[in-house]
């Protein structure tokens, strides 16, 4: 028989297990199942790329199961400054993960280059802040006078910067990304001059690539992200997706050695598309703690009824 005394010690070591092979893997920046649908995030050339303005918000919950798992919200919005050259967006990320809080600004300046008629190359740059909390008062703790746990430790304001370079056409992109060079610790300065350090950023560069292929009504997407950090194995995401007549796509992806993911949208209006990711876990950590969900929801605003908008896939 199982020892039911035993079950809150499991999954505190759990928890602690998970967030110590996702610390150990350096993948401290979000990641995200639709990043195909969010690229602001991790790629400044891809500003202004869609030609219109562009809001994206979106919220993943990852090991759903587990108390004190890594919860994302993040809101972006980008737009064409000069049709020809410029483009321009900015993003805000909150990220949790156990009793430490993370909050970012970014904002987002692109270069446009037309290379052949159909075919564009963005130079970007990307400039913000991040600032972390540990929520100390939020630990059960036995002795309540506990100094430790008695006050949270609120960090220092950092500024960071990144650069990008993004080739695209209707049809198809390419890019590779430094979204933070800074490898900053996000620690405290206390009165008396003592500096604690609780965290370090990592510094991730990103390869990314899709293509649409027609066929027919049905368009056919596949789509990778490899992600490279110092330290830490390298990572990546391989997926595919099916639009059907514009309206609605379904898509399936694999994060190696992490889970298989099974990826919706859906085109509710001509401005607005909504998503929903699922990460099924696949191995012993992932598997246990039951997954990821992720949503999104992206706005493309209209201001005049002249123009018409070509489809986006990307």
Known sequence: MMNTSSMPLRTALLVITIATAALSRAQQDPMYSMYMWNML?????????ADVLNATALSRVQWAAINGAPVTHS??????????????????VHDRIGRTYTTSAFVDIAY?????????????????????????TQVE????????????????????FGFGAYLWSRKGY???????????????????????????EASHLFITGGYVFPMGTVKFRP??????????????????????????SLGAAYRHGDSVIGILSVQ????????????????TLTYRANGAHEVMISYDPVFTRERVRSPRYF
Request: aromatic residues 8%; proline residues 5%; positive net charge.
């Open 41 to 49: 995030s991790v790629q400044p050339g891809y500003a202004g790329s």
């Open 75 to 92: 809101l972006s919005a980008h737009a064409p400054i000069n049709m020809r050259s410029l483009g321009a967006g900015g993003s805000l």
């Open 112 to 136: 446009r280059m037309r290379i052949t008629r159909k075919t564009r190359l963005a130079l970007g740059l990307k400039g913000g802040i991040n600032h972390a909390t540990i929520a100390n």
């Open 141 to 160: 703790n036995t002795d309540p006078n506990d100094p430790t746990f008695m006050a949270d430790m609120s960090g220092k304001v950092h500024p960071n």
């Open 174 to 200: 390419l890019g590779i990304s430094v979204p933070k060079l800074l490898r900053n610790y996000l620690g405290k300065v206390s009165a008396d001059g003592i500096v604690t350090r609780f965290q370090q």
């Open 223 to 248: 789509s990778i992200m490899v992600r490279a950090t110092e330290g830490a194995p390298l990572s990546g995401d391989l997926s595919a997706n099916f639009f059907f007549q514009d309206k609605f």
């Open 268 to 283: 509710l209006t001509d401005q607005i598309k909504a998503g929903y990711a699922y990460d099924f876990g696949v191995n």
